[in-house]
């Protein structure tokens, strides 16, 4: 009976097709969400590009810096504003809130050094 159920349901959900493209990926109801932006991915970029610079050891390939962003990245909150607002031109005038910059320089050395002990290749 359980196995007769379970063909039933994946006969009635049939897989969804993978977008094709980020920019599919982005949209609600219809609507673009690409003015949606995340200032914590941007500072990252920049700050473990200046924190690579000072550790010339730490391998620079593509797979280890990805994993460094993301390994970054999940350990601090995210800061998601609309491209347009008042919010956005706060954060181009003043910065973002000195306690995700904290936190993101803390991810950001844990990422190198996890990385940089154990990278994902040989």
């Known amino acids: 009976m359980r ?3 379970r063909q039933h349901r994946e006969y009635d959900e049939p897989p969804r097709p993978r977008s094709s493209s980020l920019a599919e990926m982005r949209v609600a109801l219809g609507m673009s969400l690409d003015r949606i932006r995340n200032a914590v ?12 610079a000072a ?4 391998c ?10 993301c390994l970054a990245l999940n350990r601090v909150p995210a800061l998601y ?3 347009t607002s008042s919010f ?12 995700i910059l904290q936190a993101l320089d803390r991810a950001i050395d844990h990422a190198i050094l996890k990385v940089g002990e154990n990278p994902s290749h040989d």
């Open 88 to 99: 956005a031109r706060r954060l181009e005038d003043q910065g973002p809130p000195t306690d």
């Open 81 to 83: 504003y609309h491209s």
């Open 41 to 52: 991915e941007v500072l990252a970029c920049r700050m473990l590009e200046q924190k690579l």
């Open 60 to 69: 620079r390939c593509q797979q280890c810096v990805e994993d460094m962003y």
């Open 55 to 58: 550790c010339p050891e730490i």
């Open 3 to 5: 196995e007769r159920r």
